[in-house]
């Protein structure tokens, strides 16, 4: 399999993640993509022009990063896909909600990089409401210590947070979610895929 990948791509760390803890990151030849590259030929394995973008040996294309990692986590017992019930619903809750978080994130460092008259503080304010709301559901949530696909990308979304956002630090105003990150974060697969430019 060949992944499309950014280094600081939080939707693709999902998928890395994902597949170092199932035991699947030595069959995925990783294919580093610039988004940023008008003449970039990616549009082939994803016709949004976007990473994660997994291509399959049979030539088959599986794109975004909710596809690819129920896809990879199916073909491993399915362990970050709670199967059924309340523990389903849950888990993609979160991740629908982290994976929100990161968009509005997206957009507002992507905003701070026009140029000054480009910029709107409007829009900057619309997107940085998202986050903070979420960051108060998480803080009222009962994070536990399982590993899933809700609680991996709020983990992945925290982190993306302190990477483009470190002046704007989210510890101090949600101090259970702190807690809970901190042990979360340890484990080596997070280690080993931190973000960077
Ligand atoms: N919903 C998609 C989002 C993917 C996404 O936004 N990827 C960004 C990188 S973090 C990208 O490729 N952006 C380039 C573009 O939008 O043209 C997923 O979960 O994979």
């Not at 016709?47 to 994660?52: A, G, H, R, S, T």
């Not at 982290?98 to 957009?107: E, P, T, V």
């Not at 709107?120 to 998480?138: I, M, Y």
């Amino acid at each position: 399999m060949k992944l499309r990948y950014s280094t600081t791509s939080p939707f693709v760390r999902k998928v890395h993640v994902l597949a170092i803890e199932t035991g699947q990151i030595d069959k995925i030849e990783l294919v580093k993509t610039n988004t940023a590259d008008p003449n970039s030929d990616h549009g082939k394995d994803n016709p949004l022009n976007k990473v994660p973008a997994l291509a399959l040996d049979d030539g088959s294309k599986l794109y975004d990063s909710r596809v690819i990692c129920e896809y990879l986590d199916a073909q491993s017992g399915g362990k970050f896909f709670p199967p059924a019930g309340s523990a389903r619903w849950t888990a993609l809750r979160r991740q629908a909600l982290a994976d929100g978080m990161i968009d509005a994130a997206i957009l507002r460092m992507m905003e701070s990089r026009k140029p000054e008259n480009l910029r709107s503080a409007d829009w900057d304010k619309k997107q940085k409401l998202k986050v903070t709301q979420g960051l108060a559901a998480l803080e009222a949530d009962h994070l536990g210590p399982q590993l899933d696909i809700g609680t991996m990308t709020v983990s992945i979304l925290l982190e993306y947070l302190d990477f483009r956002f470190k002046a704007e630090d989210w510890r101090p105003a949600h101090p259970k979610l702190a807690a809970w990150h901190k042990t979360f974060c340890e484990r080596a697969s997070f280690k080993k895929t931190l973000p960077h430019d």
